[in-house]
């Protein structure tokens, strides 16, 4: 059974900085992209970022410059580093493999995680 396990959120003041992983167990992802998504209570799940299997990226326009997603294959984990973060950046983040690391087609292949809570104060 394939599981993505998503860690590295919490509380931290405007400015400040988290470093977010998923881990990927019952299957190996490392030729496939992989995708950060986040949500806000009562909005849609939105595109974040995301890898190729080759290390090419993609951003949303709002956290280019601020976010970079990673990946280590030997390990089946994707990173996320938030740095500078605003309190427009509060939501639950999850991971998934996608089928592009294209922002606007980027879809996720499996069930979600637990996700991760980000919490950003002003």
């Known amino acids: 059974q394939v599981q993505l396990v998503e860690s590295g959120g919490g509380l931290v003041q405007a400015g400040g900085s988290l470093r977010l992983s998923c881990t990927a167990s019952g299957s190996t992802f490392s030729r496939y992209g992989m995708g950060w998504f986040r949500q806000v209570p009562g909005q849609e799940r939105e595109f974040v970022a995301a890898i190729s299997w080759s290390g090419d990226t993609s951003y949303r326009d709002s956290v280019k410059g601020r976010f970079t997603i990673s990946r280590d294959n030997a390990k089946n984990t994707v990173y996320l580093q938030l740095n500078s973060l605003k309190p427009e950046d509060t939501a639950v983040y999850y991971c998934?493999?996608?089928?592009?690391?294209?922002?606007?087609?980027?879809?996720?292949?499996?069930?979600w995680g637990q996700g991760t809570q980000v919490t950003v104060s002003s």
């Open positions: 998934n493999v996608v089928n592009t690391i294209v922002a606007v087609r980027a879809s996720p292949l499996l069930q």
